[in-house]
């Protein structure tokens, strides 16, 4: 058909045009044209296989499923169908169970093709299963080096990626809404926790330090506090309906759980606190639970996410595939996550020399040199990364910055002590640091931690322009999955006129297949019909049956009658069909070849 939109009554022709649509990313177009094709040829398993795509890229999962199922009703053996009908069923609340077994059954017909081991991996992802994950990924990786898919999401088992409902299974049957109901009640609740207390007692701490001190505990007007919280609760756990779950939402999602648990601390700080005199040292103690919290529980966040996964190898991986848009985004996020981890090591050395002794901020030089070093080993040479991110490119200079301000201060501090009456001008005694070298030193410092700090306030301005323009922020929570954008779309496997022909008369088709002591072949009676769609029906003994429920792939080999000199193999899957009592194989390659002979000479 060409592209002037000339009808056409091929089903074939169509497919193919909504093929072209779905890689140009139009699916409204390629919607048309399958269902052009499904009309056209209703035995054709490709065009039900197409329109469940478009319909997925439209957001109809639940018609998207339905094309699927159809798909793999007419072509049960077919790897594509099945491994469609697993992506699609994924999407779907309660069916990830029945996509891991389609998308297992398209692995098992197909080991050769990387597609099915990337779904495999995505559905562990999900899961947060990362080792396995990282198999899966790894072994569709060896089959082919240029998925881009599975590139990026092994990337983010190296950072061990968290999925955004990290609180739910997706091999839950409840409703992932629910669980999110949940998750929202208990987040008020820890806030909300952390809140009243912490203002309560800023208060009291106020009217310490503007009057006297009272010498007794603050107890009956604390109570208030308590028994508001207590409505607080008592309201937030009306809203939470599946409270069996509960505790391995929080088990399964760190950060809930940690945030739930210094909330229920924060609260028994505070109601500790009621019931000691303010003058007393234990309540300050008390008092800084409660006030410290939060910003505790933010920076063990901060520094643990940062310091979570391999960065610089998942660069690596995201680096080679940095032509896909999910590639570019999650390396721009894994770049501000290695920089937090300098960072925080620059920020260390700098206290530790000041701490100390001076000399230890020469150990800030390291901060650089590494910082180059995963330049080199992320594979970021040439790609540009930094000028699409200008806010990182300003961090990363003010880290060099501050990081040579630290060497350079240490360095004037040691030059000056060790130099004889004093290294600089205006030495005051031998040995002495003098004044001049104690103001390169100081300036030194000022700088190192100034760039330091507005390395902090660079990110918050880069946090807070993201999240105003709703764009992706500088955190964990920005990466995200390459989805499989055209799996189980391929055009199935067509039999000639010629193979037809020869399969259905040919008096000597001979069946292959894997049994437990190695390699099999078996003459069967006939290839009883061959469907539009290519797949043959062969009646074929119980061993057969046997063997093709153990190891469905096989192999059909037959002569050609017209021309005896060749012959014709069909390599495929077969499933047993108890009901006609016949295998059914689908058809996955064809080979034809010539036998060898006197012929071949001439």
């Known amino acids: 058909m060409g592209s002037d939109g000339e009808a056409s009554d091929s089903a074939a022709e169509w497919c193919a045009v909504a093929l072209d649509h779905l890689v140009a ?113 790894l072994s569709a990786l060896h089959r082919d080096g240029a998925h881009a898919g599975a590139r990026v999401n092994y990337g983010l088992t190296l950072l061990r990626w968290d999925p955004p409902r990290a609180h739910h299974d997706p091999a839950w049957t409840i409703d992932p809404r629910e669980t999110g109901r949940a998750r929202r009640a208990l987040e008020v609740w820890s806030r909300q926790t952390r809140l009243l207390p912490a203002v309560a007692v800023a208060v009291s701490g106020a009217l310490v330090v503007t009057g006297p001190v009272p010498d007794v505990p603050l107890g ?24 069996s779950v509960v505790p391995v939402m929080l ?83 894994t770049l501000w996550v290695v920089l937090a981890r300098a960072w925080s090591v620059l920020v260390a050395l700098e206290l530790a020399a000041l701490v100390t002794h001076p000399a230890g901020g020469l150990a800030a030089l390291a ?104 764009a992706p922020g500088p955190w964990r929570a920005s990466l995200i999955m390459a989805e499989p954008s055209m799996e189980g779309a391929g055009p199935p496997v067509t039999l000639t006129a010629e193979v037809r022909q020869a399969l259905t008369f040919s008096r000597g088709v001979v069946l292959a297949y894997a049994d437990s002591l190695g390699p099999r072949a078996l003459a069967v009676g006939a290839v009883t019909s061959i469907s539009a769609s290519g797949e043959l029906r062969l009646i074929a003994g119980e061993e057969a049956w046997e063997a093709a429920e153990r190891d469905p792939r096989v192999a059909v080999f037959a002569t050609d009658q017209p021309h005896p000199r060749f012959w014709i193999e069909v390599r495929g899957v077969a499933l047993p069909d108890p009901g006609s009592d016949v295998l059914r194989v689908t058809p996955k390659q064809v080979v034809v070849g010539e036998y060898p002979g006197r012929h071949q000479r001439r």
Not at 220 to 242: D, E, K, N, Y
Not at 296 to 321: C, D, K, T
Request: hydrophobic fraction near 55%; charged fraction near 20%.
């Open 25 to 137: 990313d139009h699916p409204e177009a390629a919607l048309t044209a399958a269902r052009r094709a499904i009309t056209l040829d209703h035995a054709g398993e490709w065009g039900h296989r197409l329109a469940s795509l478009a319909l997925e890229r439209l957001g109809s999962d639940p018609e998207a499923v339905l094309e699927a199922e159809q798909a793999a009703r007419l072509a049960p053996g077919s790897w594509q169908s099945r491994l469609r009908l697993g992506a699609a069923l994924r999407r779907v609340p309660g069916r990830f169970g029945e996509a891991a077994a389609h998308i297992a059954a398209a692995r098992r017909f197909a080991p050769e093709e990387a597609g099915p081991h990337a779904l495999t991996g995505d559905l562990a992802l999900l899961r947060g299963e990362h080792r396995r994950a990282a198999a899966a990924y």
């Open 220 to 243: 009956l007007s604390g109570l208030i506090v308590i028994v508001l919280l207590g409505s607080l609760t008592f309201r937030q756990a009306r809203r939470v309906r599946i409270w």
């Open 251 to 333: 088990g399964r999602d760190r950060w809930l759980g940690l945030s739930v648990a210094t909330a229920a601390i924060a609260f028994a700080a505070y109601a500790a606190s009621l019931f000691v005199p303010v003058a007393d040292p234990l309540w300050a103690g008390l008092a800084g639970i409660v006030l410290l919290n939060a910003p505790a529980l933010v920076a063990l966040r901060v520094l643990s996410e940062a310091w979570r996964g391999r960065p610089v190898r998942a660069l690596a991986q995201l680096s080679m595939a940095y032509g896909e848009r999910t590639a570019r985004r999650d390396l721009g996020v």
């Open 367 to 470: 901060v650089p040199y590494l910082l180059v070093r995963v330049r080199d080993r992320g594979g970021l040479a040439g790609l540009g990364a930094l000028r699409a991110d200008r806010w990182l490119a300003a961090a990363v200079a003010l880290t060099f910055t501050a990081a040579l301000a630290c060497a350079a201060a240490a360095t004037a501090s040691l030059v000056a002590a060790f130099a004889p009456g004093g290294a600089l001008p205006g030495a005051a005694a031998p040995g002495g640091v003098g004044p001049a070298g104690e103001q390169a030193a100081a300036w030194g410092w000022r700088v190192a931690l100034g760039a330091s700090a507005a390395v902090v306030v660079l990110f918050v301005l880069r946090a807070v322009r993201a999240w105003w323009r709703g």
